[in-house]
């Protein structure tokens, strides 16, 4: 994720709903105009969308509140890697405040396989994936090509995504790593099943990851928004719709 802020490109967004009168749509054109703009500040290649969750959200606009803002973006690319979010936003108003809010960031496993130390270099690749408890790498070993699965822990460290092996499954039987012949010296079993850390997306002040968790689509962090007030002037230097 670029530098841009991804807070400014949210609820900067809900600073272009001008007063308008009707409660239908009051509601769509605020929809439609906060998508545009986040659109326009996140880039995406894929769609952007936007949701007001207060069921009163046409008269709380005459107040100058838009209430709670959920963004969706597919195929948002930064640094070569593509990305979905969601984010949502609480008690956001029409000046830019905000109460914080959280966001998920799914980075499908095919973006994560290769980042992967290790594939890509002439030795067998690891294919990230899970089985629906945690992140697995599958793959193949021994000269007979015997295929594995490696199941590990991930956790968030500086900026960068720690995966560390814990148990192998083979041939229908499960194991600690510990348990493995050989898992413990310099054979290149060893090697492969070594802790390994993948860098992250770049994320912006007033955004912190949280967490780490595999999901069916990919791997998703979990993100915290600090609150705030955004203010922007992207006309001048993004070429954005003044918000």
């Known amino acids: ?20 009168t009707g409660s239908v749509v009051v509601t769509d054109r605020a929809k439609q105009r906060i998508s545009r703009a986040a659109a326009c500040r996140l880039a995406p290649v894929g769609h952007v969308s936007a949701a007001l969750d207060s069921p009163l959200a046409s008269v709380n606009l005459l107040r100058g509140s838009v209430g709670d803002v959920d963004i969706h973006a597919n195929g948002l690319e930064r640094h070569g890697m593509s990305m979905a979010l969601d984010a949502h936003l609480r008690q956001v108003t029409t000046s830019g405040a905000t109460h914080g809010g959280d966001a998920t960031l799914t980075i499908p496993y095919t973006e994560l396989a290769r980042r992967l130390p290790g594939n890509g270099t002439g030795d067998t690749s690891w294919t990230p994936g899970t089985d629906g408890r945690g992140l697995t790498l599958t793959g193949t070993a021994g000269s007979l090509g015997v295929p594995v699965t490696v199941h590990t822990d991930i956790t968030l460290k500086a900026g960068r995504l720690l995966v560390t092996p814990t148990e192998l ?24 099943l070594k802790p390994r850390t993948i860098p992250l997306p770049d994320f912006p002040s007033g955004v912190r990851a949280t967490s780490a968790q595999a999901g069916e689509d990919g791997l998703t962090l979990r993100l915290d928004l600090t609150p705030g007030v955004t203010r922007t002037h992207a006309k001048a230097t993004s070429g954005c719709p003044e918000v």
């Open 1 to 20: 994720m670029s530098r841009r802020r991804l807070l400014l490109a949210a609820t900067a967004a809900v600073v272009v709903i001008a007063p308008l």
């Open 169 to 192: 499954t083979a041939l229908g039987r499960t194991l600690p790593l510990d348990a493995l012949p050989g898992a413990a010296d310099g054979t290149a079993l060893a090697q492969r």
